[in-house]
Nanobody
Framework: QVQLVESGGGLVQAGDSLRLSCAAS????????LGWFRQGPGNGREFVAA????????LYSDSVKGRFTISRVNAKNTVYLQMNSLKAEDTAVYSC??????????????????WGQGTQVTVSS
């Protein structure tokens, strides 16, 4: 049974930083690309960032590029999202997702097989 469990969300002020973690189990972690997505109040699911199975390549949405950093430690079956200079518009439920490395790195959620339940990030202005 595959599980992706996010943690690290919370309530912060604009300009603060947070680091989200996503711990995976039940899959061969090093053979999956990982992505972070978010869904804000009244909004659809939005791509945030993705990283290849080896960690050698990353992809970011324009809205977070330069502020967020995705990384992974395969030995710990964990992917991270370091979020700096947070803005009120970053408020959302953040979820991690996994897709097999055979697929190219991409922002399309339909390519992702497994999803976590999400962690709430609230940024007050």
């Amino acid at each position: 049974q595959v599980q992706l469990v996010e943690s690290g969300g919370g309530l912060v002020q604009a300009g603060d930083s947070l680091r989200l973690s996503c711990a995976a189990s039940g899959l061969t972690f090093s053979t999956y690309n990982l992505g972070w997505f978010r869904q804000g109040p009244g909004n659809g699911r939005e791509f945030v960032a993705a990283i290849t199975s080896s960690g050698g390549s990353t992809l970011y949405s324009d809205s977070v590029k330069g502020r967020f950093t995705i990384s992974r430690v395969n030995a710990k079956n964990t992917v991270y999202l370091q979020m700096n200079s947070l803005k009120a518009e970053d408020t959302a439920v953040y979820s991690c997702a996994a897709n097999p490395q055979a697929y190219p790195l991409n922002s399309d959620p339909t390519f992702y097989y497994y999803w976590g339940q999400g962690t709430q990030v609230t940024v007050s202005s």
